[in-house]
């Protein structure tokens, strides 16, 4: 099998093009994610933390050494996971919600008659 063959064969599998549309939707979710956040909720933490946002820069422990932009970067950080975790739990809220309206009435009757059986 020549080079190109091979080539083509591994590019062309499903799970190749599946990692393929799912790095274009994650850096298309990443997007909305960090305009969700810069958007929506600093606004709302940055007039808790105005004075403390300003010295962020000035923070400094010990002999140099500034960790006031790795605070920030660690409040972002806790910013994003709530952020992600309340859109997951609304998407996964939508998706259970389908998955329970698409149930078949057969399914629903014999859930039913099982139910009814183990009482």
């Given amino acids: 099998m020549s080079f190109i063959e091979e080539f083509k064969k591994f590019a062309f599998k499903g799970n190749v093009i599946d990692l393929s549309v799912g790095v274009i939707m994650g850096g298309a979710f990443g997007k909305m994610v960090t305009a969700v956040v810069e958007d929506l909720f600093m ?21 140099g050494i500034k960790i006031g932009h790795f605070a920030a970067a660690v409040l972002n950080f806790f910013v994003i996971s709530l952020v992600v975790f309340i859109l997951a739990k609304l998407l996964y809220g939508l998706k259970e919600s389908e998955e329970t309206a698409n149930v078949d009435t057969t399914e629903k009757l014999l859930r039913e008659i099982r139910d009814a059986l183990k009482k």
């Fill in 43 to 63: 606004p709302m933490v940055h007039p808790l933390l105005a004075k403390a946002d300003q010295h962020w820069s000035s923070i400094v422990i010990g002999p």
